[in-house]
């Protein structure tokens, strides 16, 4: 079984293009809890959001394989918040300079 959220390219993906189980979780923090509880075996979500489980669980779990989609995706910040861009500016250079974004790439 494999875990993903609902309505997403990943849910469509393992659907069609692999013969494993779906499971599906309303939000991505629900398949990554499942992961965890042995509910499914694996799960299939965004980059950024493994990304984020990596660095706040550390060594609870492992990328395997590469994108399973074609997907690119952007950050916008409105230009009357430049701490905003600081604050994600700070962190995009501290992954970078930890190797976790090369991990994920």
Avoid: W
Avoid at 56 to 61: K, T
């Amino acid at each position: 079984r494999v875990g993903v959220k609902e309505g997403t390219t990943g849910a469509d993906f393992v659907a069609s293009a692999t013969t494993a189980q779906a499971a599906p979780y309303p939000e991505a923090e629900q398949a990554l809890a499942g992961l965890s509880a042995g509910e499914v075996d694996a799960v299939v979500l965004d980059v950024s959001i493994l990304a984020d489980y990596m660095i706040n669980h550390p060594g609870a779990i492992m990328l395997v394989g590469g994108p399973v989609t074609q997907e690119e995706h952007a950050i916008a910040v409105n230009k009357q918040r430049p701490e905003v861009l600081a604050m994600l500016n700070d962190a995009l250079a501290a992954v970078q300079a930890n190797g976790a974004y090369d991990r994920l790439l």
